[in-house]
T-cell receptor
């Protein structure tokens, strides 16, 4: 059974540009969440989608956005990139939204902003 | 405010030397406490979920326990391949949503042969 797949794995962008990251959840999983991981802050929650609807949002500026498609695949977008956006962006999926659902992570997308 | 604190930040063990990692938490309405293992450059790998005080789960050399205020990850006779960062996260009850995971900063474990 394939795990959570994230693309691209590595990318380098320039300040002011925008970036789109993609996530394919485990087959059958309908809930997708995104996290940002940095050495200083650790893992921080960005947002969660279920059935194409954003269900929960973390404390990040509006430059960070996301969406989920009917096949549960998800994308996140960061506009007007800043140096501080350099991080590992992790996607996680689970079957549903109730307690008891295991949450699985992908390998992440490494974003470097120069 | 929901919060997770892990200790120690780093732990060095000799192969076969058992020890425990601590995860202290404050959360309103705990839905679950998760343990993950993360290797350098990779995403977190799921280990355990605990739901209520007194619950214990085991997997190979790892055993996780849960009380009302903290969780322990016990490592028995560790091997070098157990070297990784171990992350603890809590999931709060936000009703109608999976609720975000609130992570600790992790414990970096090094096991020397």
């Amino acid at each position: 059974k394939a795990g959570v797949t994230q693309t691209p794995r590595y990318l380098i962008k320039t300040r002011g540009q925008q970036v789109t990251l993609s996530c394919s959840p485990i087959s059958g999983h309908r809930s997708v969440s995104w996290y940002q991981q940095t050495p200083g802050q650790g893992l921080q929650f960005l947002f969660e989608y279920f059935s194409e609807t954003q269900r929960n949002k973390g404390n990040f500026p509006g430059r960070f956005s996301g969406r989920q498609f009917s096949n549960s695949r998800s994308e996140m977008n960061v506009s007007t990139l800043e140096l501080g956006d350099s991080a590992l962006y992790l996607c996680a999926s689970s079957f549903g939204t109730v307690a008891g659902n295991t949450i699985y992570f992908g390998e992440g997308s490494w974003l470097t902003v120069v | 405010e929901d919060q997770v604190t892990q200790s120690p930040e780093a732990l060095r063990l000799q192969e076969g030397e058992s020890s425990s990692l601590n995860c202290s938490y404050t959360v309103s309405g705990l839905r679950g406490l998760f343990w993950y293992r993360q290797d350098p450059g990779k995403g977190p790998e799921f280990l355990f979920t605990l739901y209520s005080a007194g619950e214990e789960k085991e997997k190979e050399r790892l055993k996780a326990t849960l009380t009302k205020k903290e969780s322990f990850l016990h490592i028995t006779a560790p091997k070098p391949e157990d070297s990784a960062t171990y992350l603890c996260a809590v999931q709060a009850n936000y009703g109608g949503s999976q609720g975000n995971l609130i992570f600790g900063k992790g414990t970096k474990l090094s096991v020397k042969p």
